[in-house]
């Protein structure tokens, strides 16, 4: 069973940097596609930052964010600079595995990262 655990969070002045970890356990191989999502108040879901065969941004975080991995560690970060208030939200930690040609989602349980002055 994949369990991702998010730490780094917290309260950053815009313009402030933070760097986001997930430590991933269970069965991960460097094929499986990770990434973070992240959720605002009274909005959806949606994708920050994904890693896998390549990386992938959404245009919102271009140029600021940097997604990685470390697949000997199970690990993956996400540096955040520049960040705005519009950033604020909880941020997910997310594995996609494919088991006999069905995707299953895991997530961690999220970590909150409040931009404000």
């Known amino acids: 069973q994949v369990q991702l655990v998010e730490s780094g969070g917290g309260l950053v002045q815009p313009g402030g940097s933070l760097r986001l970890f997930c430590a991933a356990s269970?069965?991960?191989?460097?094929?499986?596609?990770m990434g973070w999502y992240r959720q605002a108040p009274g909005k959806e879901r949606e994708l920050v930052a994904s890693?896998?065969?390549?990386?992938n941004y959404a245009d919102s975080v271009k140029g600021r964010f940097t997604i990685s991995r470390d697949d000997a560690k199970l690990t993956m970060t996400l540096q955040m600079n520049s960040l705005k208030p519009e950033d604020t939200a909880v941020y997910y930690c997310?594995?996609?595995?494919?088991?006999?040609?069905?995707?299953?989602?895991?997530w961690g349980q999220g970590t909150q990262v409040t931009v404000s002055s």
């Open positions: 890693i896998g065969g390549s990386t």
């Open positions: 269970g069965p991960i191989s460097r094929l499986d596609a």
């Open positions: 997310h594995c996609q595995k494919w088991y006999d040609g069905a995707p299953r989602d895991f």
